[in-house]
């Protein structure tokens, strides 16, 4: 904050507030607020149905709560403490990167804090900050990998032609809460047949077919800490063009994992990815992105930035985690191939926290 040369900080984001004091809830989906300055706070303004939680779940010493009514203004409310804490002319940044910060509610706190202070933009000044994970949030995070390979176990151990998605899907979650993790910050992205092309989560399910290629992106979350994964796993004859996919993909996150190190960007991890899917002649079937950080997380992503796109100059430092996955969807074929894993920079070769097989996997 001194550096950006800011007084105090108003924070939205429920992963700021988590990482900083401890404060653990869904409730940031009404309209919430943390106060930090120089030398004073944290404040929390919240609701009356997060004055225990907050209490409980935090070292957070000032809570103030605003009066849910027909005529509530909670940015007003935000005003005073900013007032009684002597902000007034001074720099204050804006946490506006928030999800629980709707437009409207932006809007209305611009037009609450006017004359009172200079706003500015540090939507990044706590995600920067949170990049670089402690040794016990490591542990967390190697602690979420370990699950993901629970998880990955029971997806290919359910997943036979007849069943449903679903009914795999669910197996999987049940996996996840049985070792201990938290229901993740996405839904997760599965289908089959015409689904299998899909990067995201739909409405309905499938039956998984006798030639199937059925796609997976699940992750795992231990104290909000996030680990992720893709992969297929194919029923019936395996198509020797799956096979060209599946290699392709393999050689590309195993490439982009080598630069996965200390002193290189995300934009170099991003041209790995590129050169080895332009040298398998599958660049038209792959994705702009590759991947991205990930650790602290509420609904309704897991996805944190930086992402893996080209030339992003983000240098990689050790304690960064990512979420590396090679996406192949072919329009041409209808065919798609996926691994991803997520794996920790340190000083030498990366670790990855998770494992997806480099084989095809077939049941």
Same mark, same amino acid.
């Given at each position: 904050?001194?550096?950006?040369?800011?007084?105090?900080?108003?924070?939205?984001?429920?992963?700021?507030?988590?990482?900083?004091?401890?404060?653990?809830?869904?409730?940031?989906?009404?309209?919430? %607020?943390? !106060?930090?300055?120089?030398? #004073?706070?944290?404040?929390? *303004?919240?609701?009356?149905?997060?004055?225990?939680?907050?209490?409980?779940?935090?070292?957070?010493?000032?809570?103030? $709560?605003?009066?849910?009514? =027909?005529?509530?203004?909670?940015?007003?409310?935000?005003?005073? @403490?900013?007032?009684?804490?002597?902000?007034?002319?001074?720099?204050? +940044? @804006?946490?506006?990167?928030?999800? +629980?910060?709707?437009?409207?509610?932006?809007?209305?706190?611009?037009?609450?804090?006017?004359?009172?202070?200079?706003?500015?933009?540090?939507?990044?000044?706590?995600?920067?900050? &949170?990049?670089?994970? /402690?040794?016990? =949030?490591?542990?967390?995070?190697?602690? /979420?990998?370990?699950?993901?390979?629970?998880?990955?176990?029971?997806?290919?151990?359910?997943?036979?032609?007849?069943?449903?998605?679903?009914?795999?899907?669910?197996?999987?979650?049940?996996?996840?809460?049985?070792?201990? +993790?938290?229901?993740?910050?996405?839904?997760?992205?599965?289908? #089959?047949?015409? %689904?299998?092309?899909?990067?995201? !989560?739909?409405?309905?399910?499938?039956?998984?077919?006798?030639?199937?290629?059925?796609?997976?992106?699940? #992750?795992?979350?231990?104290?909000?800490?996030?680990?992720?994964?893709?992969?297929?796993?194919?029923?019936?004859?395996?198509?020797? &063009?799956?096979?060209?996919?599946?290699?392709?993909?393999?050689?590309?996150?195993?490439?982009?994992?080598?630069?996965?190190?200390?002193?290189?960007?995300?934009?170099?991890?991003?041209?790995?990815?590129?050169?080895?899917?332009?040298?398998? +002649?599958?660049?038209?079937?792959?994705?702009?992105?590759?991947? !991205?950080?990930?650790?602290?997380s509420y609904p309704p992503s897991w996805m944190d930035w930086p992402?893996?796109?080209?030339?992003?100059?983000?240098?990689?430092?050790?304690?960064?985690?990512?979420?590396?996955?090679?996406?192949? *969807?072919?329009?041409?074929?209808?065919? /798609?191939?996926? $691994?991803?894993?997520?794996?920790?920079?340190?000083?030498? #070769?990366?670790?990855?926290?998770?494992? @997806?097989?480099?084989?095809? @996997?077939?049941?």
């Open positions: 904050m001194a550096d950006a040369e800011l007084d105090g900080l108003v924070l939205f984001r429920q992963e700021s507030m988590f990482y900083l004091t401890g404060y653990d809830t869904s409730g940031y989906t009404m309209f919430q %607020a943390m !106060y930090l300055g120089l030398e #004073a706070g944290p404040t929390l *303004l919240t609701r009356t149905a997060d004055r225990i939680q907050s209490r409980n779940t935090s070292i957070i010493e000032d809570i103030q $709560i605003w009066i849910d009514h =027909e005529d509530a203004s909670p940015a007003m409310e935000l005003r005073r @403490i900013l007032e009684a804490h002597g902000c007034a002319n001074q720099r204050i +940044g @804006i946490e506006y990167h928030a999800y +629980g910060l709707t437009g409207q509610r932006a809007l209305m706190v611009n037009e609450a804090l006017e004359g009172l202070c200079r706003l500015v933009d540090a939507s990044d000044l706590v995600r920067l900050v &949170r990049l670089i994970k /402690s040794d016990l =949030e490591l542990e967390y995070v190697r602690k /979420s990998g370990a699950i993901c390979d629970a998880i990955l176990q029971t997806s290919i151990s359910h997943t036979r032609p007849g069943s449903t998605v679903k009914s795999v899907y669910g197996a999987m979650m049940n996996t996840l809460l049985c070792e201990g +993790g938290d229901p993740t910050a996405s839904r997760w992205p599965m289908g #089959a047949g015409e %689904a299998a092309v899909f990067c995201r !989560y739909h409405t309905g399910d499938e039956v998984i077919a006798q030639q199937d290629q059925v796609v997976f992106e699940p #992750a795992a979350a231990y104290r909000h800490y996030h680990t992720c994964m893709m992969y297929n796993i194919l029923t019936g004859k395996v198509d020797p &063009r799956h096979q060209a996919m599946n290699e392709a993909c393999a050689n590309a996150l195993d490439a982009c994992q080598q630069r996965l190190t200390v002193g290189n960007t995300v934009g170099d991890l991003y041209a790995a990815h590129d050169e080895t899917m332009h040298a398998h +002649g599958f660049s038209h079937a792959a994705l702009s992105a590759c991947g !991205y950080s990930v650790g602290i992402m893996v796109w080209k030339d992003n100059p983000q240098v990689l430092e050790a304690g960064m985690v990512f979420f590396l996955h090679m996406i192949l *969807l072919d329009d041409q074929t209808g065919l /798609s191939m996926c $691994i991803g894993e997520t794996a920790i920079v340190t000083l030498g #070769a990366c670790e990855p926290v998770n494992r @997806i097989p480099r084989e095809i @996997i077939h049941t």
